[in-house]
T-cell receptor
Framework: SQQGEEDPQALSIQEGENATMNCSYKTSINNLQWYRQNSGRGLVHLILIRSNEREKHSGRLRVTLDTSKKSSSLLITASRAADTASYFCATVRRGGNTDKLIFGTGTRLQVFP | GAGVSQSPSNKVTEKGKDVELRCDPI?????LYWYRQSLGQGLEFLIYFQGNSAPDKSGLPSDRFSAERTGGSVSTLTIQRTQQEDSAVYLC????????????FGPGTRLTVL
C-alpha cells in the first residue's frame, strides 16, 4: 500500500497563482521529502523536512509538516509554466539494513501561461 | 560531477525476451536503488544495494527480476522472459554515505514490451 497519498491528483492553474499540494502518510517518520518529476522521467529532490520541523522554505517553495495529522503540504508561490510537472512526497521507511523511500502517487500540476 | 546515468533510455522488446538495464550511480555513493514506475503511477521500490551488505530484494515482483551491483558501482537490472505488464519506466537512484535520505535519480529507462 502507498505510504504517501497526495491530493489533488491533478491541479491546473494560471501562471502567477499559488499551487498547494497535500500529502498524507500512515506510519511514523523521521523526515518527509518532496520530489519533482518532469515528463515521467527522473525525479529531482526539492526539499526535506524533518519530523521536528513544522515549516521549511526554499525559494518559492514552502513545506509544512503536521505529524499529529500525519500530513504535509507543498506550496509553490507565484507559479510559472516551467513548474508544470508531477510532484511526489516520500517518506523514509527504515527496516533492517534498508532505508527505503516510499513514494505517494503524485500530484500532476499544470501551469498555463 | 556527473549525475546518475542509465542506459538505454528506451528499450522496446518482444514478450518473452530478456532485457538488461544499466545504472551508473554518482561516484562515491554507496547506496543504489531501483524503482519501477508504471504509467501515471507512483514509484514502486524494487531493490536496494548498500556497500557490501546483502541487497534488499524485497520489492522485486517475481523471480524473473534480478539485479547485480559489481564492484560497488555499476548496477544491472535483468528482467527475464519479459511480460507486457513489465512495461514501465525503470528508475535508478543513488545516495551518499552521509546523506542516505536524499536520493539522486537517473533519467530512467522506458521499457516497452510488445
Amino acid at each position: 500500500s502507498q505510504q504517501g497519498e497526495e491530493d489533488p491528483q491533478a491541479l491546473s492553474i494560471q501562471e502567477g497563482e499559488n499551487a498547494t499540494m497535500n500529502c498524507s502518510y500512515k506510519t511514523s517518520i523521521n523526515n518527509l521529502q518532496w520530489y519533482r518529476q518532469n515528463s515521467g522521467r527522473g525525479l529531482v529532490h526539492l526539499i526535506l523536512i524533518r519530523s521536528n520541523e513544522r515549516e521549511k522554505h526554499s525559494g518559492r517553495l514552502r513545506v509544512t509538516l503536521d505529524t499529529s495529522k500525519k500530513s504535509s503540504s507543498l506550496l509553490i508561490t507565484a507559479s510559472r509554466a516551467a513548474d508544470t510537472a508531477s510532484y511526489f512526497c516520500a517518506t523514509v521507511r527504515r527496516g533492517g539494513n534498508t532505508d527505503k523511500l516510499i513514494f505517494g502517487t503524485g500530484t500532476r500540476l499544470q501551469v498555463f501561461p | 560531477g556527473a549525475g546518475v546515468s542509465q542506459s538505454p533510455s528506451n528499450k522496446v522488446t518482444e514478450k518473452g525476451k530478456d532485457v538488461e538495464l544499466r545504472c551508473d550511480p554518482i561516484s562515491g555513493h554507496t547506496a543504489l536503488y531501483w524503482y519501477r514506475q508504471s504509467l501515471g503511477q507512483g514509484l514502486e521500490f524494487l531493490i536496494y544495494f548498500q556497500g557490501n551488505s546483502a541487497p534488499d530484494k524485497s520489492g522485486l515482483p517475481s523471480d524473473r527480476f534480478s539485479a547485480e551491483r559489481t564492484g560497488g558501482s555499476v548496477s544491472t537490472l535483468t528482467i527475464q522472459r519479459t511480460q507486457q505488464e513489465d512495461s514501465a519506466v525503470y528508475l535508478c537512484a543513488s545516495s551518499s554515505p552521509t546523506g542516505v535520505d536524499t536520493q539522486y535519480f537517473g533519467p530512467g529507462t522506458r521499457l516497452t514490451v510488445l
